[in-house]
């Protein structure tokens, strides 16, 4: 009867360990929780209640770290200083007598696993070994902590093994090439690692802003990619943007906020960008520039001066000045039979200049969403724009080729952009343009993002995830809808003209800038 006993013991024992592992699938997000969800609830970083939370958000992962102490027994904790001792020469009795400010005691990796396996079907646990200079305490640690996983068959419960000691990650890998490994330190390149059998990159953002050649690489060699501690919004975008595996964040909350808006939850994928992560003049592969005067009657003398056209501290600036400059069109006969353009022929001086930035010849879209986080000049008469205009414009001419205006702002109006569309039918020369308005809180010192989503059906105009116009394709003629083919975009900064120069121009303002984070176009997969 004994004998029966146990064997049904052992049974429902195997049982309940296969159940276990079958109902462990991570969750399909990229979010780890940074030694746990803890901030939200001000809960201690590395504690079981910050594993719990994560597991209640549902993060696909919940990264910690693990130290040994000096009579070999595995902790969880960040630093290798708890209250004023040294976790490496102390032993965890002496340790154990200070609790987290929740009142936990300081945990064990064997506790640690044990809560993050009890009701969990979908946070995988993010395993960080922290190394020392000794290489043998790390070997040793490593050997331990793999016992004590296969110990416990936590084995499904691991969604990754990272570390910044290499020696580490290597260790893991001669003893279980199965186990999915991450570098933390940022030193290797994508080949360095596939080469050494390590599964991803698990590098700080910065690394990947310096070295964006890897995220391709990476994808390309079938590494997966994570950043860490990634925390501000326009960080998490760009990485989301960009697809990457999964985001150490101490925000999950804000990172899945982030999920629902990116444009790739919506099936786009990121095909052309400028992130501005370089210094001097813009980039000639992606960029032109348009010269002298234009059009619109406008005040200012476009150039390719560092001084109106750079980018530095991962910005692009385009500034206007006050300035005298000699005009190069003065009494071109070409111009002068030009009604539109005659006035840039009449004129021997400027008094401003600026810049504007193209990307005609270079880069070109039929439909998708094009994203411009940016902040605005500021002062009457400033009259900021990101628009788009038709590849064949050359052929047909405005504004049979069309006219896309993402964002304009004229300074005299200061709480408010516009977006546009202009066509055949639809422009300002018949007052029949197609645009609205909205209200824009700060837009001198805040950055916004100023976007456009473009489709065979319609286009919206959008302003910080909000839609504002929505211009739609009437099924009609060309006349009403040219925007079935290529489209260039445009940076600039205007002075005074038509429309920004209604109220005159402010000369104590200048100079002034249009700072630009970031320029991505999108495409549907």
């Given amino acids: 009867m004994r004998f029966i006993f146990i064997i049904l013991v052992v049974t429902n024992l195997i049982s309940c360990n296969k159940t276990m592992k079958d109902n462990v699938s991570f969750a399909d997000n990229n979010v780890v929780a940074h030694r746990g969800a803890f901030k939200a609830n001000n809960l201690p970083e590395n504690s079981i209640a910050s594993l719990r939370h994560a597991i209640e958000l549902k993060c696909t992962g919940s990264e910690f770290d693990v130290h040994m102490t000096a009579d070999s027994v595995l902790v969880v904790f960040h630093d290798g200083h708890y209250n004023g001792l040294t976790i490496k020469e102390s032993t965890y009795e002496e340790l154990s007598k200070f609790r987290l400010s929740n009142g936990e005691n300081l945990p064990t990796l064997?506790?640690?696993?044990?809560?993050?396996?009890?009701?969990?079907?979908?946070?995988?646990?993010?395993?960080?070994?922290?190394?020392?200079?000794?290489?043998?305490?790390?070997?040793?640690?490593?050997?331990?902590?793999?016992?004590l996983v296969k110990e416990l068959n936590a084995e499904p419960y691991i969604h990754s093994y990272i570390s910044f000691g290499y020696d580490i990650l290597k260790k893991i890998v001669e003893i279980d090439s199965?186990?999915?490994?991450?570098?933390?330190?940022?030193?290797?390149?994508?080949?360095?690692?596939?080469?050494?059998?390590?599964?991803?990159?698990?590098?700080?953002?910065?690394?990947?802003?310096?070295?964006?050649?890897?995220?391709?690489?990476?994808?390309?060699?079938?590494?997966?990619?994570?950043?860490?501690?990634?925390?501000?919004?326009?960080?998490?975008?760009?990485?989301?943007?960009?697809?990457?595996?999964?985001?150490?964040t101490n925000e999950p909350e804000l990172l899945f906020e982030r999920i629902e808006k990116t444009p790739v939850n919506k099936g786009y994928r990121l095909v052309w960008s400028d992130e501005?992560?370089?210094?001097?003049?813009?980039?000639?592969?992606?960029?032109?520039?348009?010269?002298?005067?234009?059009?619109?009657?406008?005040?200012?003398?476009?150039?390719?001066?560092?001084?109106?056209?750079?980018?530095?501290?991962?910005?692009?600036?385009?500034?206007?000045?006050?300035?005298?400059i000699a005009n190069k069109d003065y009494n071109n006969p070409e111009l002068l039979n030009k009604s539109w353009i005659k006035y840039a022929a009449e004129r021997k001086t400027a008094k401003y200049t600026s810049a504007r930035l193209v990307t005609r010849d270079l880069a070109?879209?039929?439909?998708?969403?094009?994203?411009?986080?940016a902040k605005l000049p500021k002062g009457v008469g400033m009259w900021p724009a990101i628009w788009m205009l038709g590849e064949n414009r050359k052929n047909v001419g405005w504004p049979e080729s069309g006219e896309i205006d993402i964002m304009e702002h004229v300074g005299f109006?200061?709480?408010?952009?516009?977006?546009?569309?202009?066509?055949?039918?639809?422009n300002h020369t018949k007052n029949t343009q197609r645009g609205k308005s909205i209200f824009i809180d700060n837009p001198y010192d805040n950055f916004h993002v100023f976007a456009l989503e473009w489709t065979p059906e319609r286009m919206d105009f959008i302003l910080d995830d909000q839609v504002y116009n929505t211009f739609e394709n009437e099924k009609k003629t060309t006349a009403e809808w040219p925007f079935d083919q290529r489209f260039y975009l445009i940076l600039n900064v205007a002075v005074g003209g038509m429309?920004?120069?209604?109220?005159?121009?402010?000369?104590?303002?200048?100079?002034?800038?249009m700072v630009v984070d970031y320029v991505r176009v999108f495409q549907q997969k």
């Fill in 110 to 147: 064997r506790n640690y696993l044990l809560a993050g396996m009890k009701n969990n079907s979908s946070t995988g646990l993010v395993l960080e070994i922290k190394p020392s200079k000794d290489k043998a305490y790390n070997l040793k640690m490593t050997d331990k902590v793999l016992a």
């Fill in 178 to 248: 199965s186990a999915k490994t991450q570098y933390l330190n940022g030193s290797k390149s994508p080949k360095e690692l596939k080469n050494d059998g390590i599964s991803g990159l698990d590098y700080h953002l910065s690394i990947f802003k310096k070295n964006p050649q890897w995220i391709k690489e990476s994808k390309e060699l079938g590494l997966t990619l994570n950043a860490w501690t990634v925390n501000k919004q326009e960080d998490l975008d760009w990485l989301l943007d960009n697809e990457f595996d999964y985001i150490t």
């Fill in 276 to 324: 501005f992560n370089y210094k001097g003049k813009p980039d000639s592969t992606k960029w032109g520039y348009d010269y002298g005067f234009i059009a619109n009657r406008e005040e200012q003398y476009y150039t390719d001066s560092l001084k109106n056209a750079r980018v530095e501290d991962g910005h692009l600036i385009i500034e206007t000045h006050k300035e005298t």
């Fill in 364 to 373: 070109s879209w039929k439909y998708g969403r094009i994203e411009v986080r």
């Fill in 413 to 426: 109006n200061k709480d408010s952009i516009f977006g546009t569309v202009h066509t055949l039918a639809y």
């Fill in 499 to 513: 429309l920004g120069g209604q109220k005159g121009i402010d000369d104590s303002v200048f100079p002034q800038q």
